[in-house]
């Protein structure tokens, strides 16, 4: 494939050509190219024709530069469409001056010229054992992060796309934008959004994925089609059993299950395994159960500034189980608390 610059030089000689100011060495090498294969004789023959020439310079002067920089204007494209815009301006310019037609542009092969991509880099935020944090993203949308989780997005946010990748449990409170829906990526579940508040968790560990929707409409999805796209009510709870691969809506009191992001855990007849999944993430601990019967528990409380012992106190009064708490040289698990059922 010829050079860019060499496309250009020939360009400029077969629009010198057809001004009829060709130089004898310019016709030299015209002749030269023209002879070196038939699809440069018969790009030779088409850029030549007068009827092209005459269709090409009519297309050209039918373009209305202005009107096309104020409809992308609208659209908040300016800085991409500035660029784009002293791009055709560049090419009218050579076009003019050599005389050729839109044709002759389309030979240059515009991919040649078209600017360099982006590349394209990620930014996470991770909150550690027993920490929160509260983060806006760049389209102004409001994330609050559990404890433990990552969230990921590429440079190109709010630009190209707003996708998401996360891993653990946040509650988002994101900008309405139609355009450009935000897109979180849980597991094998897509949450698409256009403005909404909600909360996803998905915790690698865990079985299940859980989104709730408080206000607004979300739409869920599975990477493999697993079920049909799914429109979620504001009220309601999707889980999605990862092993069973089975998906469950429920009505809920939303929250019980948002209430973390303003210091509060509550739990109402709770399955002491989701108790205990909770706990961990929001201390930073690591509970092991010595007896499966504690999974068949229950638990009612509302905890606030409790310490971690205040609540275990909690659960051997309300619960038919005892604890012993142990704290580790682990810096990543400082404290292990062994639960066992009727060992009081």
């Given at each position: 494939?010829?050079?860019i610059s ?9 629009g ?5 100011k060709?130089s004898?060495?310019?016709?030299e090498?015209?002749?030269?190219w023209?002879?070196e ?5 018969a ?19 039918s ?14 494209v ?8 002293l ?9 003019l001056i050599?005389?050729?037609?839109g044709?002759?542009?389309?030979y240059f ?8 991509t ?11 054992n027993?920490?929160t944090?509260r ?7 409001v994330?609050w992060?559990?404890s ?6 590429s ?5 190209e796309?707003?996708n998401?990748k ?6 988002f ?16 579940l ?12 998905s ?17 869920l ?9 799914l429109?979620?009510?504001p009220?309601h ?6 092993q ?5 809506l429920?009505?809920v009191?939303?929250y019980?299950?948002t ?5 509060v855990?509550?739990?109402k ?16 601990v ?16 509302t905890i ?5 012992e ?16 142990y704290?580790s ?10 639960v ?5």
């Amino acid at each position: 494939m010829a050079k860019i610059s060499d496309r250009i030089r020939i360009g400029k000689i077969i629009g010198n050509f057809i001004t009829g100011k060709e130089s004898a060495n310019e016709m030299e090498k015209l002749h030269s190219w023209i002879n070196e294969s038939p699809e440069n004789e018969a790009k030779f023959k088409t850029l030549t024709d007068e009827r092209e020439i005459a269709r090409n310079i009519d297309a050209f002067e039918s373009i209305d530069i202005e009107r096309a920089w104020k409809k992308y204007e609208e659209k908040n494209v300016a800085i991409k469409l500035r660029k784009q815009i002293l791009r055709w301006r560049l090419a009218a310019s050579i076009i003019l001056i050599a005389g050729l037609s839109g044709s002759l542009l389309s030979y240059f092969n515009r991919s040649d010229v078209s600017e360099e991509t982006t590349p394209e880099f990620f930014t996470s935020v991770v909150t550690e054992n027993g920490q929160t944090s509260r983060i806006v993203l760049p389209d102004s949308s409001v994330v609050w992060l559990n404890s433990q989780t990552t969230l990921s997005y590429s440079n190109k946010f709010s630009i190209e796309n707003r996708n998401i990748k996360l891993d653990g449990e946040a509650f988002f409170k994101v900008q309405r934008n139609e355009e450009i829906p935000l897109i979180v990526s849980c597991g094998n579940l897509k949450v698409k959004v256009l403005g909404t508040e909600f909360d996803v968790c998905s915790f690698p560990a865990d079985d299940k994925v859980n989104v709730i929707l408080e206000k607004g409409k979300i739409e869920l999805t599975h990477v493999n089609n697993l079920f049909q796209p799914l429109d979620l009510r504001p009220g309601h709870m999707a889980q999605f059993d990862e092993q069973k691969k089975i998906l469950s809506l429920q009505k809920v009191d939303t929250y019980e299950y948002t209430s973390w992001k303003d210091g509060v855990l509550i739990f109402k007849d709770t399955p002491m395994k989701e108790v205990i999944s909770k706990l961990e993430h929001w201390y930073g601990v690591e509970i092991n159960v010595n007896t499966p019967d504690v999974y068949d528990l229950v638990f009612n409380a509302t905890i606030v500034d409790e310490s971690l012992e205040e609540i275990f106190k909690l659960i051997e009064y309300t619960c038919d189980v005892s604890y012993k708490i142990y704290y580790s040289h682990n810096p990543q698990v400082p404290v292990i608390i062994e639960v066992s059922y009727g060992e009081k």
